[in-house]
């Protein structure tokens, strides 16, 4: 299982340079650049400006030095929150999208594997229909239509929870965790009731059953683990749409985490902010996909040999 | 006194009645075996009773004192866990893959309740089935085992709880056969030292004759007869039953009378076979190594082996359609070069035929074009209308009518499917068929049949014949010579008459035993 882990790292480190490199010069191929305002900056402090970032160097270059600062750690200076480095800005806004993101996760791990546990328990019979119904609309309701409906409903109608910004203690929480898990759980509801359909037809049961053990066990004990390799597998993208996903929740509910300076950044062409934020998302992309690795060889022994 | 008993049992599933008028007795100490071709409704009596199966039972089935029929929930599970322990075919997936060996036999040790089971006891239990290394195995993961290592751990497991009624339901049939005898010998050993009364189930006459007490012959979801092994074998009331015995082979029955062989035709030298390791790893894992051997008109080889001994990697080598990696293969002197060089006249000379009939037709083809494929390809010369004669002669060889010529594999058993395969292989005239476990699949009434094809096939055409197989006793209906694979190597080589009577190599002996 090291093996893997380190396996795994050593080819993390070429990816996450290739991604930063192809947006790197993706973005500069972008028209505009930081400082065109909607006043027009005169030339020579354009020039000044350039220069003191050392926009006015070769692309190349360019590249050459931010690659070399980044793995010492510096993600640079921000070019339009000109108080700010990209490191002060990342260290505001990613506990709360890493909070946020978690805690989606999880939720919808407990809301889906419980509703697909009991989908297929009753296969074939009306519960089992009307979840794997639901689970089909929550996966394709987008973020942006959940997360105002609950705004509206549970925010300005009932008045029970704020319906913007972090405000005091964990209630402002819950809504932007609901609408970033429901179409992750609605998935995951299906995955998990499609594995036990298939897991709870093989041999393996049927020896469990003539054992003598009471269904229940035979479930969580024989039938559930195998059946939720399909679930992990799916864990690892589902980590990257989360991420993502949270550019939308947070503008909904006005919350100051890292997907408005990820969108802010990019129509700002501010390059340094841009930059550490996707190379932040591809490192945690890339990390929770060996957790899906390591939890699919928790699950299944067999995969634990490559 | 009989420990489990069966008057009358009716089985449905879905208001279908699928078995009907169905005794059993099982005695402690005793075996009985439920012998039945596929859906004879054999597995379906075992199992029902338990609840193990979709199906419906009616009629009285009393264990040990209780009443099954009427058992309610907590009966029946008593039934299950503290009275009966059961062995199923599939070592490979009837163990839960996610638990450790141990767990799983702690569990089936578990389910009369505690005690616990220490560590030193669960590997007492797992050296009583004969696996070495116990302690290490405990926490080893089912598919760390080999097939036959699995299968033990299935019978420790099943009598972990000491049960009174052991149910094997085919328990050596997915297994290599050089392993069946051993598995039944373990079987025997623990039914009399624990006393156990055996319900067997098998497909196969002659892997159960030795060890039953009693036997029941089912068809189509009746019983056809039932009496003492000994008794019903010797002297078998019913057609059916005689059908079976005569279909089953057996080493002690007489020499077939094979016709005289030519010239030698084929003849390989040296033939390697080496594959890349899978994954990562380095080296390669010879599968074929330094085997020489040949073939003469009208003779039929038999290659025997276990599962993984090459047997199958060197027949396709042989048929031009597996990698070969050194060695040469020559035609009445003239040599044949690897498979993407061999010409069409060369392809024509050696077909193949394989395992699973259904597989390897195209299930979206009708017999007609399956059939008429070879010629297409080598014998394109050939116009349609005679084509179409060609099709209908191979098909009335493999003894099918024109009937068959527009339908769909879907629609044909696994005998009819087969023959369909010989027609195909045939129909170009070609000098040696390669035949890869050809009957094994089938059922022993149809794969006797099969076998009579093909002896009628190479006496009218002088066929010669390489006959892949891991079952000596079938195969010396039909062969001249063997050869016996082991590893990849040959281990012994010779008449069939001589090498049955004095079988030099372990590999041999073993397999004439599991015979």
Redesign the interface.
Known sequence: MLALVARRLMTAVPTLLAIILASFFLMRLAPGGPFDGERPLPPETQAALQTAYGLDKPLWEQAWIYVSRLVQGDFGPSLVYRDFTVSELVAQGLPISLTLGGLAIILALLIGISAGLFAAVRAGKAADKTIMMIATVATALPTFVTGPALALFFGLWLGLLPVSGTGEGWSWLIMPVVALALPVSGAIAKLTRAGLATVLK???I?????????ETKILF??GL??ALVPVASYLGPAAAGLLTGAVVVETVFGLPGLGRYFVQGALNRDYPLVLGVVTLYAALIILFNLFADLIYGW????MRE? | MSVYEIRNMAIQIDGKRLVEGVDITVEAGKCTAIIGTSGSGKSLSCLTPFGLTPGEAQGSIILDGIDLIHADAHQMQDARSRLTGFVFQQPLTALTPHLTIGAQLQEAAAQVGPPRLSRHELAQKLERVGLSRADERLDQFPHRLSGGERQRVMIAAAIAHEPKLLIADEPTSALDASLRGEIMALLDELRLEKGLAMLLVSHDLASVEGHADHLIVMDQGRVVECGSTANLITNPQEEYTKRLIAATARLDEPAPQLQAVGDILLEIEAVTVTFPRPGWRRGKIKAVTDISLYVREGEALAIVGGSGSGKSTLGKAIAGIGPLTSGTISWQGQSLPERRARTISMRALIQPVFQDPVASLDPQWKVRDIVAEPVKNLQSEILRKDRDAMVLKALEDVELGEDYLDRMPASLSGGQAQRVAIARAIIASPKLLVLDEATSALDPLVGSSILQLLRKLQQAKKLSIIFITHDIASARRLCHRIVVLDEGAVVETGDMDLVIRNPQAVTTQKLIAAS
């Open positions: 093989q041999d393996h049927r020896t469990a059953r003539a054992r003598g053990l009471p004990k024989h683990r195998p699950l299944d022994p067999r490559g």
